[in-house]
C-alpha cells in the first residue's frame, strides 16, 4: 500500500470500536452507504480504534463521512484523522503532508526512519532485520565477525555462522549484496526478518 490512504477512529473504549465495527458489517447496512465506502475499502480494529483504508484521499474522505454519519447515529462519539502511508519513513502521517518529492527530502524521511529504527532496537534490545553469513570455514566466520565489528556494527558468531541485525530492509540488502561479492562463491549470504512483532499483533482485517 505504497500510496494508501487511512480514516483513523478513535474511540473512548473497545466496546465502542466493536460495535461500529459490527453496524459497518451488518446484513442491513444501507446500500447507499455500502456504495459509497466502494468495494476497495477495508477495515481493521485494533482495540479501541477504528481503520478504514482506501486507495486514494478522495475515497477517504468519502469514506470519513459515511463514518461519521453511523457513529452519529449510534449517539457515540470519535476523533477522526485522514492519514497517508509515507514508504520511505514506514510512517502514517496527516493527509495533508505531501510525499517526500525530491532526493532531500526523501533523504530526511529515511533519516527520520533510522532513527526510529534505532531507537526501538535500543529499547527491545532486537532487530527487525538480520544478515546471516553461513562460512566455508571456521577461520573465515571468525574473520568476517571482527571485520563487522570494526564497522561499528555488533555480529555474533556461531561456528561457521555469522548474524548481524541492521536497522532497516534496505540496509540488510545493502549488506547482503557486499558481503555476497566479498566473500567466497560457497558462502551463503541472506537476511531475514523478524515476525514477532506482527505475530503478535492484534490487528484484524474486515473486508466488506
Same mark, same amino acid.
Given at each position: ?73 449510534d449517539e457515540l462519539a470519535?476523533?477522526f484523522r485522514v492519514t ?16 517526500? =518529492? ?5 533523504? +530526511?524521511?529515511?533519516?527520520? #526512519?533510522? *532513527? /526510529? $529504527? &534505532?531507537? %526501538?532496537?535500543?529499547?527491545?534490545? =532486537? ?5 546471516? +553469513?553461513?562460512?566455508?570455514? #571456521?577461520? *573465515? /566466520? $571468525? &574473520?568476517? %565477525? ?8 555488533a555480529p555474533h558468531r ?11 530492509? %534496505? ?38
Amino acid at each position: 500500500m505504497d500510496e494508501g490512504f487511512r480514516v483513523e477512529v478513535s474511540f473512548d473504549d473497545e466496546e465502542h470500536g466493536t460495535s461500529l465495527r459490527e453496524r459497518l458489517r451488518a446484513v442491513d447496512l444501507d446500500d447507499q452507504a455500502r456504495e459509497r465506502l466502494g468495494p476497495a475499502a477495508m477495515v481493521s480494529r485494533d482495540g479501541p480504534k477504528l481503520f478504514v483504508y482506501t486507495p486514494s484521499e478522495a475515497a477517504a474522505r468519502e469514506a470519513e463521512r459515511v463514518v461519521r454519519d453511523l457513529v452519529s447515529e449510534d449517539e457515540l462519539a470519535a476523533d477522526f484523522r485522514v492519514t497517508r502511508w509515507h514508504p520511505i519513513e514506514e510512517e502514517w502521517k496527516d493527509a495533508g503532508v505531501p510525499l517526500p =518529492a525530491t532526493p532531500a527530502e526523501q533523504e +530526511a524521511e529515511y533519516a527520520t #526512519r533510522e *532513527a /526510529a $529504527e &534505532a531507537e %526501538e532496537a535500543k529499547r527491545e534490545g =532486537a532487530f527487525d532485520w538480520y544478515v546471516v +553469513a553461513h562460512l566455508p570455514g #571456521r577461520g *573465515a /566466520a $571468525e &574473520a568476517l %565477525e571482527e571485520e563487522l565489528r570494526a564497522e561499528g556494527l555488533a555480529p555474533h558468531r556461531r561456528w561457521r555462522y555469522v548474524t548481524v541485525g541492521v536497522l532497516t530492509e %534496505e540496509r540488510a540488502q545493502e549488506l547482503v549484496e557486499r558481503l555476497r561479492a566479498e566473500l567466497p562463491d560457497d558462502a551463503d549470504v541472506r537476511f531475514e526478518v523478524d515476525l514477532s512483532d506482527v505475530t503478535r499483533s492484534p490487528l484484524q482485517f474486515l473486508p466488506f
